[in-house]
């Protein structure tokens, strides 16, 4: 049995200890003065008359233990009272057992409920990675098949082009059309980017001095749109092994949506950072118009976008999470309506540390 002593307690404790270990009641008169425990100091200064200790049994296992003095009388308990205490202790006793196993099975249930809460999470981000993927892999496809037609489409106008009969007007509408067989071209090399392989090379780099570039990049643009920048870094973090060109591109789209998200007047994105010796945080909120709830499902599906056709194509985040995935980590967005944005990257210090990476 587990009890703990303290000095302010009332009651002699080498009596309760040698009930603890026999199980047995003791009834002691003048128990100071005669018996096992006479000369005791707690005894010899306080002087009860009458002592009884006896212990709270269940199942042969001691839940408790009631320890009664009384200082009038030598025959304080006798043995119709320690019947009866006994009575009250197996009452007290069961209620005390039927509490605790309250007490185990409410846990147990509240656990029960995390456990499958965590599995419903788990399944649900299993099924949306492997959407995503699914989505990925088709976009990929599709663009690989455009990809061919298009070189051919190019090479045609650009053959044309340069023929000498040409009037200026036909040479400037041929223009127009190898402009549109490049803004294709690129569009192709985005969606090939989602469901791409990992190349580039991995390299130890300071992920501060990779925000401050990108952030440097977009100095004027954010000036323009009057939008201050807060900086909460980490400094503390180890620097980390990645594709760096790819963390900057990540960096950009998610930065680039976040000035775009911001009302006239402007507002402030907060990039921060924390992380421990083997994930890096990278969290950049800004106070922009939110996203709707209905829309935070479909942020990583290609061609998914709010903006205007000539102003988003619905790849920036596509992108993103195909170059997080890829080394490991994870992209997480949190939105309020009204209130602004935060996404936050996770990335492994070390790609080592991770399964994704095993197969780069
Ligand atoms: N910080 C943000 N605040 C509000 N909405 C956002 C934010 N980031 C992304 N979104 C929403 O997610 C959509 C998809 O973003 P994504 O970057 O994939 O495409 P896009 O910005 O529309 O076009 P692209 O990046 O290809 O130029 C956006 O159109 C916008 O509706
Ligand atoms: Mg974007």
């Known amino acids: 049995m587990d009890y703990k002593f303290t000095y302010e307690l009332e009651m002699e404790l080498s009596i309760v200890e040698a009930v603890s270990q026999t199980g047995k009641t003791v009834v002691l008169h003048d128990p100071g ?7 005791d100091v707690y005894l010899v200064r306080h002087k009860p008359k009458s002592v009884l200790c006896t212990p709270i049994v269940y199942q042969d296992e001691i839940l408790c233990m009631v320890y009664l003095e009384n200082n009038l009388t030598s025959s304080a308990f006798p043995p119709s009272c320690q019947e009866l205490i006994r009575l009250l202790g197996s009452l007290a006793a069961l209620s005390l057992r039927n509490s605790n196993l309250y007490e185990q099975f409410s846990s147990t249930v509240e656990q029960l409920h995390k456990e499958i809460d965590k599995r419903q999470a788990a399944q649900l981000q299993l099924l949306h990675a492997e959407k995503l993927s699914a989505l990925g892999r088709l976009s990929a496809s599709i663009a690989h098949e455009f990809g061919n037609p298009l070189i051919g489409v190019r090479y045609l106008i650009e053959d044309i082009k340069n023929r000498p009969t040409l009037s200026k007007e036909d040479r400037d ?71 760096e060109d790819q963390i900057t591109q990540v960096l950009i789209n998610l930065t680039i949506n976040a000035v775009d998200a911001m009302p006239a007047e402007g507002g402030c994105i907060t990039v921060s950072t924390s992380g421990n010796a083997e994930k890096v945080f990278i969290s950049i909120k800004d106070t922009g118009s939110g996203i709707r709830p209905e829309d935070l499902d479909h942020l990583f599906e290609p061609f998914f976008s709010t903006k205007p056709a000539a102003e988003g194509t619905g790849l920036g985040l596509p992108v993103s999470y195909g170059i997080i995935a890829r080394h490991g980590g994870t992209i997480t967005c949190s939105s309020k309506p009204g209130q602004g944005t935060t996404f936050t990257v996770s990335l492994p210090v070390s790609p080592a540390q991770t399964p994704a990476a095993e197969n780069q």
Not at 33 to 39: I, K, N, S, V
């Open 33 to 39: 003065e005669t018996g096992p425990f006479a000369g």
């Open 173 to 243: 509408l041929l223009e127009i059309g190898l402009e549109e067989c490049d803004r294709m071209k690129h569009l192709i090399n985005d969606l090939q980017q989602i469901n791409k392989p990992s190349s580039g090379k991995h390299e130890r780099f300071n992920i501060h001095n990779t925000i401050d570039n990108v952030l440097l990049f977009q100095k004027k643009n954010l000036k323009n749109k009057k939008i201050a920048i807060v900086k909460a870094y980490d400094l503390s973090l180890p620097e980390i092994v990645a594709v």
